[in-house]
């Protein structure tokens, strides 16, 4: 077993995983050799992980900021365990992203900087405290003994000597996070820090969860991101299917958030298509047994927009949807993953894509084709929990966050309701998925 991965480009990075072969590589020039590490045996599985990609200007970090600061980053855990390891990217950077040390701790509290009881536990790389991250590279931290429940925050500070000038990003964190000045990483409180919304160049927290029964990635769009949810209050509809798992006793399963606001299944928007980073936001995630998919509105909602939306040209969206939920399930089923469906919730009276009679025809349409088609494992119904019994065509009152679109804290909860957990224990396919990640 390697306790120190880099991993490149999403394809071969999909392969290796999958295959079972991690790269260990130590960069940081200088560095002293060390005794190895103990080995760790037990399974590991992602407990926290989300979507990267390219952020706007209005997000991403100054040139100032990719030099010599700190990022404290908080991320809620989903699993729990004796052990855990951290998965920094470089997915979308031209230049190497170098790391000169890393700690893990707990926050006071979800929206503070300072860290709470005792100095942060650092984080090692091949055994040295820092690490380069090569352009297009994820580095895999050494395993370090840090006992964490599922639930709970956990703080991240890098130490970022030097950045790319792409950075990889995900920028709604609905959460807020810290950019301080020099080296702060250690420091149980920082100073002269700056709050943003984003998480940078971090894709993933493993934890060594020999009692867990899977991980399911929730990937989707910007109901799936949680939009309209309130900020450091953990109230997108994965994180609520975590406190229902734990309320009710229900089997040991990693939830991933792998949302990205304006997501689409056929064309890339803000973010890459869906299609094109299922491999890697879902397949390749460590003890993987469950995706559950949401996608499909801002398909619908960008032809309309457009003013394309023929009889003809919707036609067409439909057949590419319904072919792209195909490859979807070959992809899962391929990889011994079983897929749940979500169907679209509904949209009329919202004032971003103000759907037509056709437009909402045409979603009823999808969604009485996902609750009948024999492609899927399970069907998450999000459109009946959440729609209004008198108005079918239109969220809940109370559900809707107040565009029409995007739900309430109450909406989102009543769609981790909907997620069908009894097939989280098993979907009566194969698991080879199941194994992943015992390297």
Avoid at 316 to 321: F, N, S
Wanted: charge should be neutral; hydrophobic fraction near 45%; include cysteine.
């Amino acid at each position: 077993m390697t306790l120190h991965e880099n991993r490149f480009t999403p394809r071969v990075h999909a392969a290796l995983r999958f295959a079972g072969t991690a790269l260990a590589v130590a960069w940081l020039a200088g560095c002293a050799t060390t005794a190895p590490a103990p080995e760790w045996k037990a399974s590991w599985k992602e407990s926290w992980g989300s979507a990267l990609m390219v952020p706007n200007d209005k997000v991403a970090l100054t040139a100032a900021e990719g030099r010599d600061v700190t990022l404290r980053q908080a991320m809620r855990l989903s699993l729990g365990g004796d052990a855990l390891r951290v998965r920094i990217s470089n997915l979308y950077g031209a230049e190497p992203l170098v790391i000169g040390a890393a700690t893990v701790g707990r926050p006071a509290r979800p929206g503070v900087g300072d860290l709470a009881g005792a100095a942060p536990a650092a984080l090692r790389f091949g055994g040295a405290a820092g690490v380069s991250v090569a352009p297009g590279a994820e580095v895999l931290s050494d395993p370090l003994a840090f006992p964490v429940t599922a639930g709970e925050h956990l703080a991240l500070s890098l130490h970022v000597v030097s950045a790319p000038a792409r950075q990889s990003a995900h920028p709604a964190a609905h959460s807020t996070q810290f950019v301080a000045p020099g080296n702060q990483a250690a420091q149980p409180a920082l100073t002269g820090a700056r709050a943003v919304g984003s998480w940078y160049q971090v894709a993933g927290i493993e934890v060594q969860a020999p009692g867990a029964q899977g991980v399911l990635v929730a990937i989707g769009d910007s109901i799936t991101d949680g939009s309209g949810s309130g900020k450091d209050r953990d109230e997108r509809w994965p994180d609520y299917l975590v406190r229902r798992l734990a309320a009710e006793g229900g089997p040991q399963v990693g939830v991933i958030n792998a949302g990205i606001g304006g997501n689409r299944m056929l064309r890339d928007d803000t973010g890459p298509n869906l299609l094109s980073r299922f491999e890697r936001d879902v397949l390749a995630h460590p003890g993987v047994t469950h995706a559950l998919v949401l996608i499909g509105v801002n398909d619908m909602g960008h032809l309309l927009r457009a003013g394309r939306d023929t009889p003809e040209a919707r036609q067409a969206m439909m057949t590419e949807l319904q072919a792209g939920w195909g490859e979807l399930a070959a992809k899962a089923h391929a990889q011994g993953v079983c897929l749940i469906a979500g169907t679209i919730t509904p949209y009329v009276g919202g004032r971003i894509y103000k759907p037509q009679p056709h437009n909402e025809a045409d979603r009823v349409a999808l969604n009485d084709w996902l609750r009948g088609s024999n492609l899927f494992d399970g069907v998450a119904d999000f459109d009946a929990a959440v729609r209004d019994p008198a108005a079918i065509d239109r969220l809940q009152k109370a559900y809707d966050s107040g565009d029409g679109l995007h739900l309430s804290a109450a909406g989102y909860r009543a769609m981790a309701g909907a997620v069908p957990i009894n097939r989280l224990a098993g979907c009566g396919r194969a698991h080879e998925a199941s194994t992943r990640g015992q390297q």
